[in-house]
């Protein structure tokens, strides 16, 4: 197009030269009017022309730059969709595991309860047991009663022991002897003897100092009747002295004091199995 323009104004400059001399001044100035027309709409075009190109040169810039942001774009995305999958199978592997490891605790949780109903249905039996074969030392002083899942057999010292004495009398041997016939049937049951006394000082009792020293003494000495006498196994046996420190009452009065003073013995269940569920 630019050709085309500049071909044109030459041909109406020669033109206008070749014929200068006949046309009329009217003529003339219309022709140089013309010709500053056609220079002013050439400029005119031309800065247009530089504009679009300038436009169009940024253009390119922002497509360049905008395809660049697109890739960019469609790189982070494909980077989230990864991590997305990887966390998806990670959170499903982790509910797989918890929910598994939740089935084990219920059925861990089961065999444990399972394990305490058996026993306290045996700590039961055993109770109707010893109440059954003691059952004429009642009212000496004797009692049977479950605490805490255990049976504890409570034995006042009269009914055992003369006063001050750690020498198991006849009476109290019948009684250890009826006891040991129901324990040498029962044997998953643990023993524990505990010795008890009240708060009243020892006095004149020779070798024996004060209250430890006689509740740990009764304590041996039923423990080695129910052995060497009744035949119990030894490794069942536990021998303690409570002294004056786990009274049943206050010890204010001859009543209270006389109950305070006793053999307590206890009967646990071994729970091997139990223990070692909850190691589990």
Known sequence: MKKIILFLFAVMA???WSSCVILSPKKYKSLLSKQDSLSKGWTESQQKNESLEGLIARLRKDTVGLSSALNDLK???SEMDSNY??????????????SSDLKKREQRLKEVEEILRK???ATNQLKEKLQQALL???????TVEIRNGKVYVSLMDKLLFPSGSIIIDEKGKQALSQLANVLKQQPEINIAVEGHTDSQKITNLGQIKDNWDLSV?????????LTEVS??????MTATGKGEFQPLGPNTTAESRSK?????IVLSPKLDELYDLIKQ
């Open 85 to 98: 999958t990887k966390l998806r199978s990670n959170s499903s592997s982790e509910i797989n595991k918890l």
């Open 75 to 77: 790189s982070r995305y």
């Open 231 to 236: 035949k119990v196994e030894a490794v069942r």
């Open 119 to 121: 026993r306290d249905e």
């Open 217 to 225: 003494l009764r304590s041996t000495s039923v423990v080695r009747y």
């Open 14 to 16: 020669v033109s206008a």
């Open 136 to 142: 004429g030392f009642t009212k000496n002083g004797l």
């Open 260 to 264: 305070n003073r006793r053999i307590e």
